[in-house]
């Protein structure tokens, strides 16, 4: 493992580049104005002209959200159009295991993508299958977070917090008056909803990253807001996961699945929540921004909040923090200039003006580029802004978004999330399994060093 130090975030800045304010003329402050602009990547460092040589590369990135996938997707064929002499070649296929499986695959094959969404930034960077981010695409974002005093990557967004997505009218039905104000001000609420028949929450746990949202909400709230330096001390076994903070955070998580959510959430896909919460077989989802777009299509009418999910003391505790992720090169494309140079110029454009607040709008992203970019929000968009604005939230990041000496053994994610799901199944003793954690924690830890 790298043991380079994890730079302490103390703050977040990133409102010099968050201009996603209501309209002045909007009393109800769900809009933001959209500036538009031109597509300055499209005309300026762009290969598309009549001396241009054909060139052509492979993209690939994560496709668990179908919104999120369709802008990409948009913001490649608008680059080809404007560039024919270019062919971007899409090589992303949905599945229902992690994208770090299938990025592992797909090299295993000799399949790596040249422009890759990057998540394991570390992993990849000391395996040499990735390179810096050119010098001058640099100039186009703020603070980039570095691994090893290097960045790779060309954020697509920030860090979205996630919340309850939830339906208004299953709220007023149980007489929800209400957000809760605390976590056991929630709980209450489950009881209410669950009295008038409804399912209280729906979980897509056929897809294993779906899994992290609520078990990451937990170890935010008891692990990480307390101690970002968390995974750091795991390693070097100074803290356990079956001290008071994991346990407790793996406890509320057992019961809230055990108590709320549907029972068929182990057969449940991610891409297929949004429909069940629209057609009122459940009252919440947990889930980030950029499932508005989902719920929005599968029914414009309904009628639905977002608000973050308070701690027992009534703290905001929630993802926000910077993480080195993003658009990144591959060690085998940067060494054709003509590909890299290619590449280069789809990055300059997707960060376009233009062209960017369209993926913003598209996937409910958060800007990352120090340009200031706006675009038309919804009023539950308005409350992930003001999450990342507001100082007493607490910004932090999932179990396996930290690097540096925080990073965890990249394999031990997907491993946890599945121990997590046979805990619910079997109504397992929690302090029993995260002793079994502590254990395959410490086997990767060495594996990984040999």
Known sequence: MNKKSLTQLATLAIAGSLVLTACGANNNGDKATNTGGTNEGA??????????????????????????????????????????????????????????????????????????EMRDTELFANAGKIVELPTDLLELFGDVPKVDGKVYNAPLTLNAPQGIIYSKKAYADA???ELPKTYDEFLAAQEKLKATGITPIVVGGKDIFHMGFWLNKFLIDDVYSKDPDWNSKRTAKTVSFTDEGPVQAMTDYKELFSKYVDKGWLSTADNQTASILVSGKAAQLFSGPWMFTQIAEADPNFDFGFYPLPDREGGINVIGLPSPAGWTLSAEAAKDADKAEAIKSFIKFFFSKEQYSLFLKAANGIPSTKEEISYESTPQMQ?????????????SLAINNWWGENQIPPQFRNWFYKLMQDLVLKDADVKEYMAKADAEYDTQVKANQQ
């Open 43 to 116: 005309a300026t460092n762009a290969p598309g002209t009549e001396e241009a040589k054909e060139v052509s590369f492979t993209i690939g990135y994560a496709t668990g959200d179908p919104a999120t996938k369709k802008a990409i997707g948009d913001s490649i064929k608008a680059f080809t159009d404007a560039n024919p002499n270019v062919k971007i070649v899409d090589i992303s296929e949905g599945t229902t295991s992690s994208y770090l499986d299938w990025l592992k695959t797909k090299d295993a094959v000799g399949e790596f993508p040249d422009l890759v």
């Open 175 to 177: 007489g929800i008056a």
């Open 383 to 395: 409350e992930v802004l003001k999450l990342m604005v507001n100082p007493d939230v607490k910004k």
